[in-house]
């Protein structure tokens, strides 16, 4: 069976390129890291960009190590993809709006929802093209991330679920994720700046015609499952869809799909959130891990 990843457009070499990047592709679905290259210096060569974009398309989640560049310069990089958006629960650094602080200490309690396969920001009308994402501290031991391939998920599922959910769509909410910890005016005062936004549960990726699986962490339940084919009684849309919810949310899960990441102070790592889910691992005892990302402004999924 060919791979989701065959489509992806072929790398092309920038003459002007004194050095070539290295590329190690990490497994057989998803990731690569770079060699011989600092963002930095990428962050003011739309050449070397163009050809990160590529990989990019390829590999949907590249790592980079050793970069010790300034935050300055990991804005400038990000900024080469889109405008830069900032969380509404995450702070940003206050010098340099659109780099969200995910910082985390002993007196800090975990957060709810990085530990769960999810795309970010999918409860935004437009969610994000991707994010840049910079480790800054982390133990020495543990606090690893993994990401999934959902354009592969997608090509892997059965034809007669592929068939059942080409015309699904889907409603992603804040409210019920990072508002459920909050008292009620406040996660009320939340939804009200972020509707639930409602995605197709198929989507295309907009630059390589992929056809990536759409739901995750963030989705809550299905919006047009309520039609004579699925529905006889008003039991089958309570057992029904949700099931089928939670089997294609479960697709994030398995092995052969993802890939795993050991940081290290100065590791990066940058990610096509239109075809990938992640989860940050909690397994790492009371300590600091402190990351810095620029999410990056995405397109209405269709």
Same mark, same amino acid.
């Given at each position: 069976?060919?791979?989701?990843?065959?489509?992806?457009?072929?790398?092309?070499?920038?003459?002007? %390129?004194?050095?070539?990047?290295?590329?190690?592709?990490?497994?057989?679905?998803?990731?690569?890291?770079?060699? =011989?290259?600092?963002?930095?210096?990428?962050?003011?060569?739309?050449?070397?960009?163009?050809?990160?974009?590529?990989?990019?398309?390829?590999?949907?989640?590249?790592?980079?190590?050793?970069?010790?560049?300034?935050?300055?310069?990991?804005?400038?990089?990000?900024?080469?993809?889109?405008? %830069?958006?900032?969380?509404?629960?995450?702070?940003?650094?206050?010098?340099?709006?659109?780099?969200?602080?995910?910082?985390?200490?002993?007196?800090?309690? =975990?957060?709810?929802?990085?530990?769960?396969?999810?795309?970010?920001?999918?409860?935004?009308?437009?969610?994000?093209?991707?994010?840049?994402?910079?480790?800054?501290?982390?133990?020495?031991?543990?606090?690893?991330?993994?990401?999934?391939?959902?354009?592969?998920?997608?090509?892997?599922?059965?034809?007669?679920?592929?068939?059942?959910?080409?015309?699904?769509?889907?409603?992603?909410?804040? !409210?019920?994720?990072?508002?459920?910890?909050?008292?009620?005016?406040?996660?009320?005062? %939340?939804?009200?700046?972020?509707?639930?936004? !409602?995605?197709?549960?198929?989507?295309?990726?907009? !630059?390589?015609? !992929?056809?990536?699986?759409?739901? =995750?962490?963030?989705?809550?339940?299905?919006?047009?499952?309520?039609?004579?084919?699925?529905?006889?009684?008003?039991?089958?849309?309570?057992?029904?869809?949700?099931?089928? %919810?939670?089997?294609?949310?479960?697709?994030?899960?398995?092995?052969?799909?993802?890939?795993?990441?050991?940081?290290?102070?100065?590791?990066?790592?940058?990610?096509?959130?239109?075809?990938?889910?992640?989860?940050?691992?909690?397994?790492?005892?009371?300590?600091?891990?402190?990351?810095?990302?620029?999410?990056?402004?995405?397109?209405?999924?269709?």
């Amino acid at each position: 069976m060919a791979t989701a990843t065959a489509n992806a457009p072929t790398v092309v070499r920038s003459a002007s %390129l004194p050095d070539s990047i290295r590329v190690e592709t990490l497994t057989c679905a998803i990731g690569a890291e770079l060699g =011989n290259v600092n963002l930095g210096v990428a962050s003011r060569s739309p050449e070397m960009v163009a050809e990160i974009r590529a990989l990019l398309l390829k590999h949907k989640v590249l790592f980079f190590r050793d970069q010790d560049i300034t935050r300055a310069e990991h804005v400038a990089f990000a900024r080469h993809f889109g405008n %830069l958006e900032d969380h509404p629960v995450a702070g940003s650094d206050p010098e340099h709006p659109g780099l969200v602080r995910i910082y985390k200490s002993p007196e800090m309690p =975990n957060d709810r929802y990085e530990n769960a396969w999810h795309t970010d920001a999918t409860w935004r009308e437009k969610p994000p093209f991707g994010c840049v994402l910079r480790c800054v501290e982390c133990p020495p031991v543990g606090g690893d991330t993994m990401w999934a391939n959902m354009a592969l998920a997608y090509e892997r599922l059965p034809e007669q679920i592929r068939e059942q959910i080409a015309g699904l769509r889907a409603r992603h909410s804040i !409210e019920a994720s990072f508002g459920a910890a909050m008292p009620t005016e406040k996660r009320l005062a %939340l939804k009200a700046q972020f509707p639930d936004a !409602e995605h197709p549960v198929v989507r295309t990726h907009p !630059e390589t015609g !992929e056809k990536i699986l759409f739901v =995750n962490a963030f989705t809550t339940h299905f919006t047009n499952f309520h039609t004579p084919d699925n529905v006889r009684v008003g039991q089958d849309y309570t057992h029904g869809g949700p099931q089928l %919810l939670q089997y294609l949310i479960s697709q994030a899960f398995i092995p052969e799909y993802q890939v795993r990441f050991r940081w290290k102070p100065n590791s990066m790592a940058m990610w096509d959130n239109r075809s990938t889910q992640h989860y940050a691992v909690m397994d790492y005892p009371p300590c600091h891990r402190k990351m810095e990302r620029a999410g990056i402004v995405g397109d209405a999924p269709f």
